[in-house]
């Protein structure tokens, strides 16, 4: 395959990823946490980035669509070590210790909590849930990206 052809696989990659995460948001009933979100705007990116790159192919733009697809799979990475409790998420989206708190601040924290968790796995396949699908397939989307930076 050509640099341009590896060029939209990549971006048709990102915008099967975007469209999916729609569909479970407006078709499957599951509402985005805040990390869900922001695994967002990288595949909108590198999705943009493709269409600029499949008719100019220039070095600058695959290396902006690998780094895209390379942010949101390490959010992703990251999203999904929260999930399986291998570390902390951010305090705005997820459960924390709540031991060392006062009445007052645990009924703070309850009420200002996001409607969905990050720390809460919404739906998964085979042990992977979608933060951990979206990694894998982010990183190899990067890799397609980077392939075309060697093509000629």
Do not use: K
């Not at 971006?11 to 009933?29: E, W, Y």
């Not at 980035?49 to 992703?76: D, E, M, Q």
């Amino acid at each position: 395959m050509n640099r341009a052809g590896l060029i939209l696989l990549a971006g048709l990659g990102s915008l099967g990823l975007l469209t999916a995460a729609f569909g479970f948001q407006h078709l499957g009933g599951l509402a985005p946490c805040e990390m869900c979100i922001w695994q967002r705007y990288p595949h909108g990116i590198a999705f943009g980035l493709s269409v600029l790159g499949y008719f100019a192919p220039f070095a600058f733009i695959i290396i902006l669509g690998s780094a895209a697809t390379l942010g949101t799979g390490g959010i992703g990475v990251y999203h999904a070590g929260v999930e399986q409790g291998w570390w902390e998420g951010p305090s705005t989206c997820s459960s924390g210790d709540i031991s060392d708190l006062t009445p007052d601040q645990l009924m703070d924290q309850i009420l200002t909590a996001p409607l969905v968790q990050c720390d809460q796995i919404a739906w998964s396949l085979a042990g992977v849930s979608m933060a951990g699908w979206n990694a894998i397939i982010s990183l190899m989307l990067a890799g397609v990206w980077l392939m075309a930076l060697r093509r000629a």
